[in-house]
T-cell receptor
Framework: DTEVTQTPKHLVMGMTNKKSLKCEQH?????MYWYKQKAKKPPELMFV???????INESVPSRFSPECPNSSLLNLHLHALQPEDSALYLC??????????????FGPGTRLTVL | AQTVTQSQPEMSVQEAETVTLSCTYD???????LFWYKQPPSRQMILVIR??????QNATENRFSVNFQKAAKSFSLKISDSQLGDAAMYFC???????????FGTGTRLQVTL
């Protein structure tokens, strides 16, 4: 089963709100990713967790705060976002083999609108 | 830095026909992976096919096959017997063997007509 789930599917928030996006996988993968995707554009990598430790932060603004509570869960905490942060946020996971690139499997995404 | 180029923003194919999507990439690495992902309008990104650079044999998955030309740094996707469900945005992506960062091309939107 190559399933990555994300909640919520849609989120509308004001610039002063705090919200969280959730991602879950039960494939035993040890690497998890957050991407941001604008309309008609490819996904842009934001964060990578490997074995529950943050391994890549692509210079993402601090109003985005990732968290990996365990090997199956990945959260993205949102605070004081700007309208330009409106996008599709994709989660992905991969086996996470040490020193090896693996196929990434994507979730369906959360469509975020910031008012 | 690695780059991936998809020079066809949009393509159209008739149902049951064959279409080829182009992808070129630039890298100084010799060991890497290449992928084609499909993203239908319902938005979930789905893996179509994967190619490992050290394998000379072109990958195939049912109606999907690739033409991998390592020297030319070309990685095209052929879709045979096109179906309405093939309509989607197709992204070519590159991943260095020892890295976890996927580099995507800009995508090709494929329309399938009756």
């Amino acid at each position: 089963d190559t399933e990555v789930t994300q909640t919520p599917k849609h989120l509308v928030m004001g610039m002063t709100n705090k919200k969280s996006l959730k991602c879950e996988q039960h494939m035993g993968h040890r690497a998890m990713y957050w991407y941001k995707q604008k309309a008609k554009k490819p996904p842009e990598l934001m964060f990578v967790y490997s074995y529950e430790k943050l391994s890549i932060n692509e210079s993402v603004p601090s109003r985005f705060s990732p968290e990996c509570p365990n090997s199956s869960l990945l959260n993205l905490h949102l605070h004081a976002l700007q309208p330009e942060d409106s996008a599709l946020y994709l989660c992905a996971s991969s086996q996470g083999s040490q020193g090896r690139a693996d196929t990434q499997y994507f979730g369906p995404g959360t469509r975020l609108t910031v008012l | 830095a690695q780059t991936v180029t998809q020079s066809q923003p949009e393509m159209s194919v008739q149902e049951a026909e064959t279409v080829t999507l182009s992808c070129t990439y630039d890298t100084s690495e010799s060991d890497y992976y290449l992928f084609w992902y499909k993203q239908p309008p319902s938005r979930q990104m789905i893996l179509v096919i994967r190619q490992e650079a050290y394998k000379q044999q072109n990958a195939t998955e049912n109606r999907f096959s690739v033409n991998f030309q390592k020297a030319a740094k070309s990685f095209s996707l052929k879709i045979s017997d096109s179906q309405l469900g093939d309509a989607a945005m197709y992204f070519c992506a590159y991943n260095r063997r020892t890295a976890s960062k996927l580099t995507f091309g800009t995508g090709t939107r494929l329309q399938v007509t009756l």
